[in-house]
């Protein structure tokens, strides 16, 4: 694991080109956040958990033919929060932004993956069309904001027995410099089942004991639902959903390694990671300005995601009785 960046801009941000707006609602417990890409983007994506709310995954795939992305769009709201997406495609639109079909029509390619977070706040206020909107207005080239804003304001870790025992997850991004050009980032929104770990292996936020006094510990709670089958656990209200982006010059195949390779980030921070439970999801992006390696960005683009991960939860701030780390 690399040592934390020196960059003015540790963020997803510091790849140029792209911006990133949040909406956030605190009364609400929920938001949405927008990453906007610079011209010609090449996007992949790797879905990995059992319980996904995605949009437009399949057109990022390496044997589709559509070969530009425009925007991301992760949101709160469940399934509703997709709906985001859809003020995304408005706002670039009225940019002249977009897939060019015929002499005036421009269609955006805007994926978008979403967490759980009705279990906070109001459930009945989720993000929509008018929230992804405003966050692509807001979207800018400064330092990614960080803890309990955009996606990640209703976002939870190791939820199990609820709010009262669970940490508050959020969003975190982070940015690796491999040299003077060329840099690899990621913005995470962390709202898992399992527990996040710290750098020494121990749990930096997650599932917290009943006597109150730190946590239960690394998958330990969870192992006791070995002989639950799926059936019979209801739970489907957790996911870590992301972003990785570079302006190393790769083929749609290319990052689609990338996002896959930028996995290994989730499994070594969060345990149990890629359950039946979570949604697990990363999209990945190319500016495409410099030459590199995929392997080596791929293997990168991971060490991005678990500092992304852990920034989240120590960025973090109590919210709608979910306490922060810091509150423990």
Do not use: W
């Amino acid at each position: 694991m690399s040592e934390p960046s020196s960059l003015a801009n540790d963020s997803l941000t510091a790849i140029p080109g792209f911006r990133v707006g949040q909406v956030t609602n605190r009364e609400a417990a929920t938001g949405c956040t927008v990453v906007l890409c610079p011209p010609n983007t090449v996007g992949g994506v790797d879905q990995r958990g059992g319980a996904p709310g995605t949009r437009e995954t399949d057109a990022l795939r390496p044997t589709r033919g559509n070969q530009e992305v425009h925007g991301v769009m992760l949101a709160g709201g469940s399934a509703y929060g997709l709906a985001a997406a859809d003020g995304a495609m408005r706002f670039l639109e009225e940019q002249g932004v977009g897939y060019r079909v015929g002499a005036d029509l421009l269609v955006p390619i805007v994926p978008a993956a979403i967490i759980f977070d009705l279990a906070l706040g109001a459930a009945d206020v989720r993000p929509d069309a008018a929230m992804g909107y405003e966050a692509c207005q807001l979207a800018s080239a400064a330092a990614v904001e960080e803890g309990t804003v955009g996606a990640g304001t209703g976002a939870r870790v190791g939820g199990l027995r609820g709010n009262e025992f669970a940490s508050k997850g959020g969003v975190g991004s982070a940015c690796e410099e491999l040299d003077a050009e060329l840099k690899v980032a990621a913005l995470m929104v962390v709202n898992a089942v399992g527990d996040v770990l710290g750098e020494n292996g121990a749990v930096l936020a997650g599932l917290r004991r009943r006597d109150g006094e730190g946590f239960e510990g690394p998958g330990v709670a969870f192992r006791r639902l070995a002989r639950v089958v799926e059936r019979g656990f209801r739970s489907r209200e957790n996911t870590v959903i992301g972003v990785v982006a570079t302006n190393a010059r790769l083929s749609k195949a290319e990052v689609n390694k990338v996002a896959q390779m930028a996995h290994n980030g989730i499994a070594r921070t969060v345990m149990p990671a890629h359950t039946m439970h979570d949604g697990d999801t990363i999209f990945a992006l190319s500016s495409g300005a410099v030459p590199a390696n995929v392997s080596v960005v791929g293997m990168v683009a991971a060490e991005a995601v678990a500092r992304a991960i852990r920034r989240a939860c120590r960025a973090a701030t109590s919210l709608a009785g979910v306490r922060a780390i810091q509150a423990r």
